[in-house]
Every structure is written in C-alpha cells, then in structure tokens.
C-alpha cells in the first residue's frame, strides 16, 4: 500500500513558476513507475509527465520545455517543476504511482494561474 501526498499548489501569476511535491509512504518506492496529471473544470484528466524506476521522463506535448519530472528515491519523493505558467495550467494537479497493475493516487493540489 503507497499513500501519495501532494503539495506545492498555489496561486502565482502568468509567467511565474511553481514546484509540486509528491511525498510516498509505504516501502518500495523506487519500483513504482511515477506520473503528473492534471484536471481542469469540465475536461478529462490529463497525463503531463512521468518518470520511471529508472529515471526515463516522457513529457506531453502541451508542457514539454517548461515542466520538468524528478524523482528522489532517498525523500520518496518526485518533483514537477513548473516554469512560464500559463493561465490555462490551472488545474487540480494529481500524482500517480503505478507499478505493474497497481495504481495508486494522491488527493491532489490546486494550481491558479491569474493575474
């Protein structure tokens, strides 16, 4: 069983930058396969980033260049950095552990973007 655990949300005007953490309780850590998503009022959840167990990132198209995945598996903790936030970044922003079958989510951290 991982708990996830966001935290870094906030309100920061256009062009600012944000970091997301994503703390993991529970053991094994460092085997799950780790994800970003978003989800913004009246659309679908939105995969953003994800980084393996062994540190492959693959972002989407819509925040490659500006977002960044990381992952310490010594805090049991994986990271997006935000950078050249745009207003329509606001969203609920979600972490996901996956490993194999098993998935599991955090409660998630809200982004504004406004000015």
């Known amino acids: 069983q991982v708990q996830l655990v966001e935290s870094g949300g906030g309100l920061v005007q256009p062009g600012g930058s944000l970091r997301l953490s994503c703390a993991a309780s529970?053991?094994?850590?460092?085997?799950?396969?780790m994800k970003w998503y978003r989800q913004a009022p009246g659309k679908q959840r939105e995969l953003l980033a994800a980084?393996?167990?062994?540190?492959?990132?693959n972002y989407s198209d819509s925040v490659k260049s500006r977002f960044t995945i990381s992952r310490d598996n010594t805090k049991n903790t994986v990271y997006l950095q935000m950078n050249s936030l745009k207003p329509e970044d606001t969203a609920g922003y979600y972490c996901?552990?996956?490993?194999?079958?098993?998935?599991?989510w955090g409660q998630g951290t809200q982004v504004t973007v406004s000015s």
């Open positions: 980084i393996t167990s062994g540190g492959i990132t």
């Open positions: 996901n552990a996956a490993w194999g079958p098993v998935n599991y």
């Open positions: 529970g053991s094994q850590f460092s085997i799950y396969d």
